[in-house]
Structure formats: C-alpha cells, structure tokens
C-alpha cells in the first residue's frame, strides 16, 4: 500500500490518511476474496487492483480541479464499486449514489459499504434509463460519473439526464475516448449538455491511454431522454 499512497500523492497530490490506507487495503482483500466465488473483476491481482482500479478511479479528481468540489455524486454501471466507492474513501462528506443493474455487484458494494462504515451512501439496483425517468434521481446530482459502461453516444443518455443544471458528467475512457466524444456531439447538445474538456491521464506502469471526459449541463434534458431501457444503446441518438 505504500507505493499506492506515494502514486495518489504524486499524481493527485493528495496524502491519503493511514485510515484512508487501511480502508483500501481492506477494499482489496475484500474485492480478492469475493472475486474468486463471483467474476465481480478480470483485475485480480493487487498491484492492478491499486492501480486500475483505485488510483484510476481517484483520477477523477483531475476533473474538478477548477470547479468547485461535488457534493451529490451517482456512478452508474459501479460494478465492484468503480469509481464512486474509492471517491468517498477520499472525500467522506462525498454523498454517493452507486447504481449498477446485477444485484452480485450492488451486493459487494453493500458489503463494502458496511465493513468500512461509510455514511451516506446510497445503492440502488436498477438501470440508468429507469432512474433518469424518476423525479428522485432526475436532474439531482452535481456529479454523474461512468467507467466502462457504454460507447458516448449512449452513455451521455444514460448520464446527461441525472445532472443538474450547472453540474457535469465524467466518463472515464480509454484510447477511443476522443474519437468516441466527437461521435457523440449531437446527443451531447439535444441532452443540453457541453462538452468542457477531454483530459489525458496517465498512470505508473500503464500504457494504454486514459481519458477524461467531461461535458457540462447547460440546459434542461427535454422529457422523452432518457428512452425506455435498452433504447439508448440499441438506438444510440445519431
Ligand atoms: N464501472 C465499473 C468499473 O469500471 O470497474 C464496472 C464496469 S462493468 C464493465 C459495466 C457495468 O455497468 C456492469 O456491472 C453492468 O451491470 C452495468 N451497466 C451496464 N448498463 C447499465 C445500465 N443501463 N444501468 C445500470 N447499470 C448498467
């Protein structure tokens, strides 16, 4: 865990507190130990752990740099908790929202959730395009994030219609993230968002290209997005 702190520190430059470290290294054991009875990661040895999965999920940070801190943030697709439940181990006053549709998934975040005593957080099993629809979640959230969940086009669907007006989406991509952005401007502009920046992010060891996307909320979604489930990613807005 030491090379981990130093690589959030140098990165981020933050220093996580030795409860902040405990935390992860229990995140870790816990993720090992489910992932060899359920497949909740193809990420299965520590070093990836920390790096892909952790210190990739705490790059988001980067993003809000130079706009004021979330206060309500959603990750949807969370699967084994990515990127929300490492971004309130940074930040406890974090509220967050993890939403994933297999129920495995939400269960070790619960598990998670309640062996580290985290407060305010919420789960919730169920899908993106439900919840953009339900006047709770819709347009709700300062910060809606997603890590590996859908191509832009569809993602933007799925996320644009949680964040308020003023409040930003973060899609944490790979190589295509640029290509993928461009693809998706249209949807991004009738979903009444912005595109505000693509940030590269690099992290130790790792080769492949990171992204960050972030696309502001300017305007309110028109009511009939997010389409009903499925819609989105077998028609993605063109
Ligand atoms: N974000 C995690 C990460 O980066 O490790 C998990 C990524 S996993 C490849 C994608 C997750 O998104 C799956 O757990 C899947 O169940 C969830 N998912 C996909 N489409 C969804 C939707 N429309 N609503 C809610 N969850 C969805």
């Known amino acids: 865990m030491e090379k981990f702190a130093q690589d959030v520190q140098n990165l981020l430059g933050i220093k996580l507190t030795p409860r902040q470290i405990a935390a992860f290294a229990t995140y870790e054991r816990e993720l090992l130990a489910w992932n060899a009875r359920f497949n909740l990661t193809a990420i299965r040895d520590p070093e990836g752990i920390r790096t892909k999965h952790f210190l990739d999920s705490l790059t988001c ?74 006047s709770a979640h819709r347009e709700r959230y300062d910060w809606a994030v997603a890590r590996a969940v859908a191509n832009m086009p569809v993602l933007v669907e799925y996320l644009l219609p949680l964040v308020r007006v003023g409040g930003a989406m973060l899609a944490q991509k790979g190589a295509s993230g640029p290509a993928e952005t461009q693809s998706a401007e249209r949807a991004i502009r009738i979903l009444g968002g912005q595109l505000h920046q693509v940030l590269p992010v690099y992290l130790p060891g790792v080769a492949e290209e990171r992204y960050l996307i972030v696309i502001r909320k300017q305007s309110a979604t028109p009511p009939g997005y997010p389409r009903r489930v499925g819609l989105p990613a077998k028609k993605p807005i063109q």
């Open 61 to 134: 940070i980067l993003a809000w740099r130079n706009s004021p801190p979330p206060q309500t943030l959603i990750d949807i697709g969370t699967g084994a908790g990515f990127p929300g439940l490492p971004l309130k181990i940074l930040f406890p006053h974090l509220e967050v929202t993890l939403v994933d549709s297999v129920g495995k998934k939400l269960a070790f975040c619960r598990h998670i959730v309640e062996t580290l005593k985290l407060e305010k957080v919420t789960l919730i099993q169920g899908r993106a395009e439900e919840l953009g629809q339900n």
